[in-house]
């Protein structure tokens, strides 16, 4: 399972806190087509899924595989960033995201959340991350 750290204020203090990055999807992790299907068919038979549920499988190209594990490490956790608005440019200071700046579509700095925007194969795939911004100039 693939999480992310956010910040949540309860009764006035800041939480850190882990939440489910895709909450209505199942990931596998496995090479080839032949154990994604030995996988899909033992989950079919384990669990009670609708037939009339809407369905999508698709794969990670190896590039977005590399920036998932680099920005997830090795706990599959996308750690809180830190960063600063200087001029309307989002820069990170300090976390994963450092670097990788043009992944960012829209920060909330109330909630302290950005939402990222990565391209697979033609289909976009949006990602939250916990981020802090620290300082904002014009």
């Known amino acids: 399972m693939l999480t992310y750290?956010?910040?949540?204020?309860y009764e006035g203090a800041w939480l850190l806190e882990r939440w489910n990055l895709f909450p209505?999807?199942?990931v596998?992790?496995?090479?080839g087509e032949e154990a994604l299907?030995?996988?899909l068919q033992i989950l079919h038979r384990e669990l009670p899924l609708a037939e009339t549920g809407e369905k999508e499988i698709f794969s990670v190209g190896e590039d977005e595989e590399?920036?998932?594990r680099e920005i997830f490490g090795s706990e599959k956790n996308l750690?809180?960033?830190?960063g600063v608005i200087r001029g309307g440019r989002v820069q990170i200071t300090e976390g994963p995201l450092r670097g990788r700046e043009q992944m960012i579509r829209k920060v909330d700095r109330h909630k302290r959340l950005a939402f990222l925007k990565m391209e697979n194969a033609g289909n976009e795939i949006c990602l939250k991350a916990g981020l802090e911004i620290t300082e904002k100039t014009a």
Request: glycine share 0%.
């Open 24 to 26: 209505e999807c199942v």
């Open 5 to 9: 750290e956010r910040m949540r204020k």
């Open 37 to 39: 299907t030995q996988a």
């Open 66 to 68: 590399r920036i998932l």
């Open 79 to 82: 750690p809180m960033s830190k």
């Open 28 to 31: 596998f992790e496995c090479r």
